[in-house]
């Protein structure tokens, strides 16, 4: 289940608490029920974040020479900050994102998508396939992020191949030599960021003014290049094909029987784009019976707390607006819960708003593959075709 944490696995039975042990030989504490969870991550004395960006394949010598070479460091900023710094910085982000910024996007990114919707459907009606990852997910939430953020001066494709590279190092089950090209990648874009940190604008400036050296500054950049857009994205493509099998969900959103706000929910419930997330025990401690040495992994499967049936009546079915829907775990809870998610989820309502009928009366070509990781789904395409015989 580990590198899995979704599909089969999230569907079967597991008790409340499981060690599960990984590729390296390290047992970790995979908890399943929602009221665990929230329990955990409502306790961040007890159950550390430090080892939230944690490579869960050790990074050999060689790749960390390689990171080295570029003078690669994390330092603990956000989801790994369990220090003081942590409200600040976090203060300073949030702000950066405060609600009335990011609904003030919501015009601008309803016209850049109707028009690709638009050139979609031209497409299909041709008879041309599209792919929804590549075509209209991929690169969305960037565009929308570099509006609220003042962000390096990288092209897209470069930023969304350093964040996908990044999530591979960290949390994928990997080989040395894919390590040290990895390395190489992530090292790269972390040395442009160094020197963005050291002199741009917008939220680098502000770190800055408040004292924070340039490495706690690369290091926000850094896990918001990744968490603040790829997460999305992610979640756009799988959210996305997952409303591909639901036709009565779609014929509500067209009827307006059914509200895009609440199709997001089910979507983050059911198809979390991080389906496990980390915390480390800081004490000696016990989770659902079980005893919990200090210093042990504990894996939270949000995917699975999302489909706990105390939490919501129907778990494994889609429908938007059912008792609990909402209080799904898909962005964390406590201290550190995401910043983004009123971005992420205002992206998500466009999205399913204005390209939910491009799904009608299509055939899946290529539905979404995902790699082995831990934490994300990363999706790698989307692939549809008009097919008048589908719905
Ligand atoms: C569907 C999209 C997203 C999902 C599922 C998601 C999920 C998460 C999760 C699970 C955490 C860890 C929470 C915890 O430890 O309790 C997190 C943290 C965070 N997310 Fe998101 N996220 C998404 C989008 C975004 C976006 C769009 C941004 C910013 C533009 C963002 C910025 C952050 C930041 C800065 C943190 C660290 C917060 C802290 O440690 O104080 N995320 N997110």
């Known amino acids: 289940m580990?590198?899995?944490?979704?599909?089969?696995?999230?569907?079967?039975?597991?008790?409340?608490?499981?060690?599960?042990?990984?590729?390296?030989?390290?047992?970790?504490?995979?908890?399943?029920?929602?009221?665990?969870?929230?329990?955990?991550?409502?306790?961040?004395?007890?159950?550390?974040?430090?080892?939230?960006?944690?490579?869960?394949?050790?990074?050999?010598?060689?790749?960390?020479?390689?990171?080295?070479?570029?003078?690669?460091?994390?330092?603990?900023?956000?989801?790994?900050?369990?220090?003081?710094s942590h409200p600040q910085i976090r203060g300073i982000v949030a702000d950066a994102l405060h609600p009335t910024r990011v609904a003030a996007q919501r015009p601008w990114l309803t016209a850049l998508v109707r028009d690709r919707v638009a050139r979609l459907r031209?497409?299909?009606?041709?008879?041309?396939?599209?792919?929804?990852?590549?075509?209209l997910a991929a690169d969305l939430p960037l565009?929308?992020?570099?509006?609220?953020?003042?962000?390096?001066?990288?092209?897209?494709?470069a930023v969304k191949e350093f964040a996908r590279a990044a999530l591979e190092l960290f949390w994928a089950p990997l080989d040395a030599d894919r390590q040290a090209a990895l390395a190489a990648e992530v090292g790269r874009f972390h040395r442009a960021l160094r020197a963005f940190a050291a002199t741009g604008g917008g939220l680098a400036a502000r770190l800055r003014a408040a004292g924070h050296r340039t490495d706690v500054v690369v290091g926000a950049l850094f896990f918001l290049l990744v968490a603040g857009q790829e997460t999305t994205s992610q979640f756009l493509t799988l959210l996305l094909h997952r409303l591909t099998a639901e036709p009565a969900v779609r014929a509500g959103l067209r009827a307006g029987t059914v509200e895009a706000a609440d199709v997001v929910e089910e979507g983050l419930r059911l198809e979390p784009p991080i389906v496990t997330w980390r915390r480390t025990a800081a004490v000696d401690t016990a989770?659902?019976?079980?005893?919990?040495?200090?210093?042990?992994?504990?894996?939270?499967?949000?995917?699975?707390?999302?489909?706990?049936?105390?939490v919501v009546a129907a778990p494994d079915e889609f429908r938007p607006g059912q008792p609990g829907s909402r209080r799904h775990l898909a962005f964390g809870?406590?201290?550190?819960?995401?910043?983004?998610?009123?971005?992420?989820?205002?992206?998500?309502?466009?999205?399913?708003?204005?390209?939910?009928?491009?799904?009608?009366?299509?055939?899946?070509?290529?539905?979404?593959?995902?790699?082995?990781?831990?934490?994300?789904?990363?999706?790698?395409?989307?692939?549809?075709?008009?097919?008048?015989?589908a719905d």
Do not use: K, Y
């Open 2 to 84: 580990l590198f899995r944490g979704w599909g089969d696995a999230v569907d079967g039975r597991w008790p409340d608490v499981a060690v599960v042990t990984d590729h390296v030989g390290v047992a970790h504490l995979v908890v399943t029920r929602h009221a665990l969870v929230r329990r955990v991550l409502a306790d961040p004395a007890t159950f550390r974040p430090d080892n939230a960006l944690d490579a869960v394949t050790p990074i050999p010598v060689a790749a960390l020479r390689v990171l080295a070479a570029h003078r690669f460091r994390l330092p603990p900023t956000l989801a790994n900050n369990g220090g003081a």
């Open 122 to 135: 031209a497409a299909l009606d041709a008879g041309v396939p599209v792919d929804l990852h590549a075509d």
């Open 143 to 157: 565009l929308v992020l570099a509006r609220l953020v003042e962000l390096p001066d990288a092209p897209v494709g």
């Open 287 to 310: 989770l659902g019976g079980t005893a919990v040495a200090a210093g042990t992994s504990v894996v939270l499967w949000l995917a699975r707390a999302g489909r706990d049936p105390e």
């Open 333 to 389: 809870a406590g201290a550190h819960r995401c910043v983004g998610a009123q971005l992420a989820r205002l992206e998500a309502a466009v999205v399913v708003t204005e390209a939910a009928g491009l799904l009608d009366g299509v055939r899946v070509l290529r539905p979404p593959w995902c790699p082995d990781n831990l934490t994300f789904r990363m999706p790698d395409a989307f692939v549809i075709a008009r097919d008048p015989a």
